[in-house]
């Protein structure tokens, strides 16, 4: 089954580190683009960032919010990817979601699996 | 950043029925392969959304063909033909064109 399931949410304080663990099942994430979203208490859906498969460089994209905070890398040996998220901020708090981009669109949308979330809160 | 509108808010609907959610991009999401990049997407109550449409008109593997995509440019629809009370929750736009990806406000289905 193809699965992904989110941890290491938790509350922080602001300007701590936290990092979040995608871990895969049921399919070679290499190849795919692995992405991640966030949606604030209450709140809509937002974008947080990409890294692309292995065929496209592994490369990274963010939001404009988190850019140069956030790093998402994955390991493939382990079947995880992950969210590293520095100086946390407290409009950081919000269920954390890991996507797979399943439907090869020639772009990076199209996410047909969703992990179930983790919380982070970021208080002091 | 390309700004995504949604309306209504919010949408009462009575089962069987049909119900049409639209979607507007502040500029065009038809990219050079010829493709328009809008999904919508589908949140139920306590759960993770899920996608239901993909490149404007292409039904996920596994949506019910009662679920329609329809439109170009900056203007777009989903239709539900029938509606069914596994329906509800909140819908979701999202264009793929450029990033940042950008999501639309969401439109909340409800059962009259």
């Known amino acids: 089954e193809v699965q992904l399931v989110e941890s290491g949410g938790g509350l922080e304080q602001p300007g701590r580190s936290l990092r979040l663990s995608c871990t895969v099942s049921?399919?070679?994430?290499?190849?795919?683009?692995m992405s991640w979203f966030r949606q604030a208490p209450g709140k809509g859906l937002e974008w947080v960032g990409f890294i692309r498969g292995k065929s496209s460089g592994g490369t990274t994209e963010y939001a404009a919010s988190v850019r140069g905070r956030f790093t998402i890398s994955k390991d493939e040996s382990k079947n995880i990817a992950y969210l590293q998220m520095n100086s946390l901020k407290t409009e950081d708090t919000a269920v954390y979601y890991c996507?797979?981009?399943?439907?090869?669109?020639?772009?990076?949308?199209?996410?047909?699996?969703w992990g179930q979330g983790t919380m982070v809160i970021v208080s002091s | 950043d390309i700004v995504m509108t949604q309306s209504p808010l919010s949408l009462p609907v009575t089962p069987g029925e049909p119900a049409s959610i639209s979607c507007r991009s502040s500029q065009s999401l038809l990219y050079t392969n010829g493709y328009h990049y809008l999904d919508w997407y589908l949140q139920k109550p306590g759960q993770s959304p899920q996608l239901l449409i993909y490149?404007?008109?292409n039904r996920a593997s596994g949506v019910p063909d009662r679920f329609s995509g329809s439109g170009s440019g900056t203007d777009f629809t989903l239709k539900i033909s029938r509606v069914e009370a596994e329906d509800v929750g909140i819908y979701y736009c999202m264009q793929g064109r450029q990033t940042p990806l950008t999501f639309g406000g969401g439109t909340k289905v409800e059962i009259k």
């Open positions: 996507t797979r981009d399943g439907v090869k669109t020639g772009k990076e949308d199209a996410f047909d699996i």
């Open positions: 490149l404007g008109s």
């Open positions: 049921g399919f070679n994430f290499r190849d795919y683009v």
